[in-house]
């Protein structure tokens, strides 16, 4: 009987363990976790051989379990359902959704983007990362009167182990006809005044691709060019946007760079804006169309209009030679936060080069794993850390690459709320982030903004625009 009372007991606790889910590993079976052995884990994370992860450790910069707001509720998280589905386009690496169909206007469309890797999803933005580890990445409730603060506490945090793909709110229209949509133009245009609503319902409606078909075929049909007779028909905010709307996004991207170094002073932040967050592939068509477009070359500029190691980190960024491998490696994420630690924190003044050299090389899901490991070194986030060693231009860069690398869709709404606080509008912050964005993460930009600010990106724009200029950035947004 005692025998047989051990035995039911055994099978008691057995059942009871994988009930409540304590890992076990069948034999062949791969972790999902790095292997035994590659790097030595802090105290507090489990041993090498396996076993169970105990509650987090009260220093390692995680929040507990509870007093947070439900999965899908964190920033950058999209909802399942409910979202327009990508543009049709040629699969390949990098960080852009194009819109169908080969380069348009002699300038490639940047290829499909996805954040930490992999391949399509069936339902977008699902997160691929093991349940039962959830609640040890699960942010603290942001604030919105400060959201300086949501860098230093985790706003942009994601695990390096998550993946989320992207949509943006335009995609290719079904049933396209070029020379139809050239008609439409052509009588919004003739006679006395414009029909503007008819073409805001043209241009919010095609992907960029099917508009240079369309301005293509309005030069084939009327021998006239679309953008000098818009340009003659509309005036400011509004033809602006509809100007960068017709743009290929390559050549707005160069456009824009030129136009933030030519002349007196230098727009810093738009130079940060589109160097730190593009693609290699991107970044190197941007420096190609620049020097054919504009006859100069991109670094001799950069020299000409910034200085120090905001300019070496900005010749760096224009070389596009990030490393795009989407697999971590864990064991140099390890050795990367100790070597940012000594280079700032750990020793008397800053070593600069070192935060350029890791930042402007590593992949960004890398760099994820860095900042993850840098937190248990130097018992602070990296952002705080750069926040304390750097200042200027050159900290704003070095937080633009993190902040991308941890929360893109983050980084692009902090900057549409901050074009659009307070009094006046920078209306051409907000113009080109979403041209720009509209046909790669806006949908997931609009969500962040919400849960970041606790107000909608729509009913921002909303209060602080007006007329077609309103009406068409609302017709973008997807409102």
């Given at each position: 009987m005692d025998i047989l009372r051990a035995f039911y007991s055994i099978i008691l606790i057995t059942g009871i363990q994988r009930a409540l889910g304590f890992a076990f590993q069948p034999t062949g079976q791969e972790s999902v976790y790095p292997p035994a052995g590659q790097y030595t884990?802090?105290?507090?994370?489990?041993?090498?051989?396996?076993?169970?992860?105990?509650a987090a450790p009260p220093n390692a910069g995680y929040p507990g379990a509870a007093g947070y707001p439900a999965p899908g509720s964190y920033p950058g998280t999209p909802q399942a359902g409910g979202m327009p589905s990508y543009p049709g386009a040629p699969t390949g690496p990098g960080f852009g959704v194009p819109p169908a169909g080969p380069a348009f206007g002699g300038y490639p469309q940047p290829p499909v983007q996805s954040y930490g890797g992999g391949g399509p999803a069936q339902i977008p933005g699902t997160w691929v990362f093991p349940c039962h580890m959830l609640?040890?990445?699960?942010?603290?409730k942001l604030n919105q009167e400060s959201p300086s603060q949501l860098v230093k506490h985790?706003?942009?945090?994601?695990?390096?182990?998550?993946?989320?793909?992207?949509?943006?709110?335009?995609?290719?229209?079904?049933?396209?006809?070029?020379?139809?949509?050239?008609?439409?133009?052509?009588?919004?245009?003739?006679?006395?005044?414009?029909?503007?609503?008819?073409?805001?319902?043209?241009?919010?409606?095609?992907?960029n691709d099917q508009r240079q078909k369309i301005k293509a075929a309005f030069k084939t049909m009327y021998g006239k060019d679309?953008?000098?007779?818009?340009?003659?028909?509309?005036?400011?905010?509004?033809?602006?946007?509809?100007?960068?709307?017709?743009?290929?996004?390559?050549?707005?991207?160069?456009?824009?760079?030129?136009?933030?170094?030519k002349g007196v002073g230098t727009q810093e932040r738009v130079l940060i804006e589109i160097l730190?967050?593009?693609?290699?592939q991107e970044i190197r068509?941007?420096?190609?169309?620049?020097?054919?477009?504009?006859?100069?070359?991109?670094?001799?500029?950069?020299?000409?209009?910034?200085?120090?190691?905001?300019?070496?980190?900005?010749?760096?960024?224009?070389?596009?030679?990030?490393?795009?491998?989407?697999?971590?490696?864990?064991?140099?994420?390890q050795e990367d936060a100790q070597r940012l630690?000594?280079?700032?924190?750990?020793?008397?003044?800053?070593?600069?080069?070192c935060f350029n050299m890791v930042l402007a090389s590593r992949s960004f899901p890398q760099l994820k794993a860095t900042v993850e490991a840098y937190s248990r070194v130097a018992n602070r986030d990296l952002l705080s850390s750069i926040d304390r060693e750097f200042s200027g231009n050159v900290e704003c860069g070095l937080k633009a690459i993190l902040q991308c690398a941890l929360n893109r869709p983050a980084f692009f709404a902090e900057r549409l709320y901050y074009s659009m606080k307070g009094a006046g509008t920078d209306d051409s912050t907000l113009i080109r982030i979403i041209v720009t964005r509209s046909e790669i993460d806006l949908v997931q930009i609009k969500q962040v903004f919400t849960q970041m600010?606790?107000?909608?990106?729509?009913?921002?724009?909303?209060?602080?625009?007006?007329?077609?200029?309103?009406?068409?950035?609302?017709?973008?947004?997807?409102?």
């Open positions: 884990y802090p105290a507090g994370y489990p041993p090498a051989g396996g076993g169970t992860y105990p609640r040890y990445f699960k942010q603290p985790g706003s942009y945090f994601q695990p390096a182990a998550m993946v989320q793909y992207t949509q943006g709110t335009i995609q290719a229209a079904p049933n396209f006809d070029a020379n139809r949509d050239a008609e439409i133009l052509r009588k919004a245009m003739k006679g006395f005044g414009t029909d503007e609503q008819a073409i805001i319902n043209v241009v919010a409606n095609r992907s679309l953008i000098k007779d818009l340009k003659s028909e509309l005036s400011g905010n509004v033809e602006e946007l509809i100007l960068a709307l017709f743009m290929p996004s390559i050549y707005y991207d160069a456009w824009s760079l030129r136009h933030a170094m730190c967050t593009r693609t290699n068509d941007i420096v190609n169309c620049y020097r054919s477009e504009f006859g100069r070359d991109i670094e001799q500029d950069i020299r000409a209009d910034t200085s120090g190691h905001f300019e070496r980190l900005l010749i760096s960024m224009c070389q596009g030679n990030r490393d795009e491998n989407q697999n971590v490696d864990y064991q140099k994420a630690y000594q280079a700032g924190e750990g020793r008397l003044g800053t070593d600069e080069s600010y606790q107000k909608t990106l729509a009913s921002m724009i909303s209060s602080d625009t007006s007329g077609d200029y309103r009406r068409l950035l609302l017709a973008i947004v997807g409102q």
